[in-house]
């Protein structure tokens, strides 16, 4: 099958001066290629408005390149940002982009199958998209809605998304507003997953062990960046209300670093690793019992799988993007994002659980992860966009 993503996230060379990106949708792209499909990707850069310079005019005009990363072919298009807050291109650089890429389809030795536009709000105007191609999903997540809410004054982005044959959300609060706002487009609205490396999961005998083992000290972890939409100010509340033995590790940085140690206070059951490699933090998540992160907005968050995988129990935010997947009670816990006193009592509540309950929490937690492995969403992918 012939498959082209359309996202403005996707890694790209050092020379190309563009600044890191998150891997998950290269990871997306690498595993449908090595279940035998032909994969190509457009990345799409623009240039913020406040990065206008002499060096960057020339990116006014739409240009082009092509590079490769571990055998998929990534066609990479670059604009400047004219307009503060403005997501997706003037009208003219959309006209001259739209007649770029009926060129470099026209030129590709099969058509589409299948596309997958990451974050459709940003290509607003990009109508040759959907031009020749099979069934288009766009995969819409909390930034969307921020966009076609308050950004969309064109009302380009609204027009991009209504042409979209599946609207693919991350989480609840996305599904709502599609339902509201675009149900009547006739498109098929499904959840869409990103699963982990099935590498992650640990043994079945290490699962085991792990429901055997006995729950004198609850050992917490948070994973990620210490930014205000974390709220990892409220773990640490929280967490210096429990009145038993218990440990925090703390495994990130960021902007929020200075103030979460004040509110820390020296408290020598919590320790800070600052950032770590994805390997190093998820060997600390196996030995912890509690993977916390209550994060709004959330659009959805690949660490809760991660600590699922090796058996930890997660809490995560009501509404957020793991609400659904995670079901409060059955394979994790939900609470509201900025309560002390509700996560200060679910931490509790775990930690005086009864063995047995504990053991079906972590099953539980464990055969979610298992149900989502990147070879599972990929092919849910492929069932849902069709």
């Not at 060096?55 to 990479?76: C, K, Q, T």
């Not at 995560?316 to 200060?344: H, K, M, S, Y």
């Not at 063995?355 to 989502?372: F, S, V």
Request: charged share 25%; aromatic share 8%; net charge neutral.
């Amino acid at each position: 099958m012939n498959i082209l993503i359309y996202t403005d996230y996707y890694p790209a060379p050092e020379k190309y001066g563009m600044p890191a990106d998150t891997h998950v949708i290269r990871y997306f792209a690498e595993k449908l290629k090595e279940k035998g499909h032909n994969v190509r990707v457009v990345r799409l850069f623009y240039r913020p408005l406040k990065e206008l310079r002499p060096g960057s005019v020339r990116f006014v005009l739409p240009r082009y390149a092509d590079y490769e990363m571990n055998g998929i072919p990534v066609h990479l298009i670059r604009y400047q940002m004219l307009e503060p807050k403005r997501t997706y291109p003037q009208r003219f650089q959309a006209a001259l982009i739209n007649r770029h890429l009926k060129k470099w389809k026209s030129a590709l030795p099969d058509k589409a199958d299948r596309v997958f536009v990451h974050f459709p709000s940003l290509f607003g105007g990009l109508d040759e998209i959907f031009s020749g191609t099979g069934a288009v999903m766009g995969d819409l997540h909390n930034i969307d809605v921020t966009v076609l809410r308050e950004r969309d004054k064109s009302g380009a982005a609204r027009n991009f998304v209504r042409k979209l044959h599946v609207l693919g959300y991350r989480n609840n609060r996305v599904r709502d507003y599609l339902a509201a706002e675009f149900g009547s487009s006739g498109a098929a609205l499904h959840r869409v997953y990103t699963g982990i490396d099935s590498s992650l999961l640990a043994s079945k005998d290490i699962i085991e062990a792990r429901k055997r083992a006995s729950g004198d000290v609850l050992r917490v972890i948070y994973a990620g960046q210490l930014i205000p939409l974390k709220n990892v100010d409220i773990l640490v509340q929280a967490f210096r209300k429990l009145d038993h033995e218990a440990e925090l590790v703390i495994v990130g940085d960021g902007e929020e670093a200075a103030r979460i140690r004040e509110l820390a206070d020296g408290d020598p059951r919590i320790r800070f690793t600052g950032w770590l490699e994805r390997e190093q933090a998820t060997e600390l998540m196996a030995n912890a019992d509690v993977l916390a992160m209550v994060s709004s907005p959330e659009s959805y968050g690949m660490v809760y799988l991660e600590a699922m995988a090796k058996g930890t129990i997660p809490v995560a935010a009501v509404g957020e993007g793991f609400d659904g997947i995670i079901v409060n009670g059955e394979n994790g816990f939900l609470v509201q994002p900025r309560d002390v006193d509700a996560l200060a009592r679910v931490l509790a509540d775990i930690r005086r659980m009864s063995p047995e309950d504990r053991a079906r929490l972590i099953d539980n937690a464990y055969q979610t992860a298992c149900g989502l492995t990147e070879d599972r969403t990929t092919d849910l992918f492929l069932e849902l966009n069709q």
